[in-house]
């Protein structure tokens, strides 16, 4: 990239707050730009990409939801027993 593209356009301001780890922000800003008629098709494929990194991935919710479902279980027959 050159000096004289470096930092310009919205995309730095989504990568900024993914560094800081404000990923709600960079949700936002990256949906904003998405409904931007304004916002060019490279920012709109980096946007697209920000959403699609930080969705979860389908697995780790299944297993999650596993763990849940037998913490449930092991907590009611605590409560009978």
């Known amino acids: 990239m050159s000096k004289a593209r470096k930092g310009a356009g919205p995309a730095p301001r989504v990568a900024t707050r993914l560094e800081a780890g404000d990923h709600g922000a960079a949700r936002r800003e990256s949906r904003r730009l998405l409904a931007d008629p304004a916002t060019d098709e490279a920012g709109r494929r980096e946007a697209a990409a920000v959403l699609v990194?930080?969705?979860?991935?389908?697995?780790?919710?299944?297993?999650?939801?596993?763990?849940?479902?037998?913490?449930?279980?092991?907590?009611g027959w605590l409560l009978a027993g």
């Not at 919710?61 to 092991?74: F, K, R």
């Open 53 to 75: 990194s930080l969705e979860p991935e389908s697995g780790a919710v299944a297993v999650g939801l596993g763990g849940v479902v037998v913490a449930a279980i092991l907590l």
